[in-house]
C-alpha cells in the first residue's frame, strides 16, 4: 500500500541552527510530494511541492526539500531556523499518476525552536 | 490569504443537532476537500469534490454528507452530533494537485 511516513513526531532545535524534517514515502510510480506547515491556531498553508522537475525545491520562508528516489525521501531541511518556524509540518504524497490523484498525508511533525 | 473563505469561524452546538458548514473556493479553483483535525486523531480526509462531482471519500461518518454547488461552493452537514465531533473542520481548494485552505470552522459540541 502506498504511504508517506514522517519519522519524527517531534523535533526541537535552537534558534540559529539547521532544521531536518524527514519524510519518506512509498509509491509504485512517479510521485508528487508536497510540504504544508501549519502555525498554531491557523490554517494549512503549502510550503513547497515536487511535481517531477527539479530534484530539489526550493519553498517559502527558507524551507527546500529534496527529493531522492533512490531513498524514497523528501526530506524538509532550512539552514538556520528562526523562532517564527515553530509549527506543525505535513508531508503529503500523491503516489498515482493518473486520475485517481488521491492524497496521502502525514501524521505530522511539530517543531519547536528554542532562544 | 489563502483566497478560501469558510463560515462561521466559530460554532457551538449541543449533541444531537445538525450544523452546516460553508467553504468558497479561490476562484477558478473546481475542486474542494473537507478535512477534520482534532487533538486526538490529527487531521483527516473526509472528502472531495470536483466541478459538484463526488470525487473521492476518505473517514466520512455516514451521519455526515457534503455537496458542491453549481457556483463550486461547498457545504459540509453534520447531523446527530456528538460530543467527539469536536474539532476544526478545514476545507481546501485545488486548482490541480496543490492545496489552498481556509482558515478553518472550530465546531464545539457540548
Known amino acids: 500500500a502506498q504511504s508517506v511516513t514522517q519519522l519524527d513526531s517531534h523535533v526541537s532545535v535552537s534558534e540559529g541552527t539547521p532544521v531536518l524534517l524527514r519524510c519518506n514515502y512509498s509509491s509504485s510510480y512517479s510521485p508528487s510530494l508536497f510540504w504544508y506547515v501549519q502555525h498554531p491556531n491557523k490554517g494549512l498553508q503549502l510550503l513547497l511541492k515536487y511535481t517531477s522537475a527539479a530534484t530539489l525545491v526550493k519553498g517559502i520562508n527558507g524551507f527546500e526539500a529534496e527529493f531522492k528516489k533512490s531513498e524514497t525521501s523528501f526530506h524538509l531541511t532550512k539552514p538556520s531556523a528562526h523562532m517564527s518556524d515553530a509549527a506543525e509540518y505535513f508531508c503529503?504524497?500523491?503516489?498515482?499518476?493518473?486520475?485517481?490523484?488521491?492524497?496521502?498525508w502525514g501524521l505530522g511533525t511539530s517543531l519547536a525552536v528554542n532562544p | 490569504d489563502s483566497g478560501v473563505t469558510q463560515t462561521p469561524k466559530h460554532l457551538i452546538t449541543a449533541t444531537g443537532q445538525r450544523v452546516t458548514l460553508r467553504c468558497s473556493p479561490r476562484?477558478?479553483?473546481?475542486?474542494v476537500y473537507w478535512y477534520q483535525q482534532s487533538l486526538d486523531q490529527g487531521l483527516q480526509f473526509l472528502i472531495q469534490?470536483?466541478?459538484?462531482?463526488?470525487?473521492a471519500k476518505g473517514n466520512i461518518l455516514e451521519r455526515f454528507s457534503a455537496q458542491q454547488f453549481p457556483d463550486l461552493h461547498s457545504e459540509l452537514n453534520l447531523s446527530s452530533l456528538e460530543l467527539g465531533d469536536s474539532a476544526l473542520y478545514f476545507c481546501?481548494?485545488?486548482?490541480?494537485?496543490?492545496?489552498?485552505f481556509g482558515p478553518g470552522t472550530r465546531l464545539t459540541v457540548t
Open positions: 481546501a481548494s485545488s486548482p490541480m494537485d496543490e492545496q489552498y
Open positions: 476562484s477558478g479553483d473546481l475542486s
Open positions: 503529503v504524497v500523491i503516489p498515482d499518476a493518473g486520475n485517481n490523484r488521491k492524497l496521502i
Open positions: 469534490y470536483y466541478n459538484g462531482e463526488e470525487r
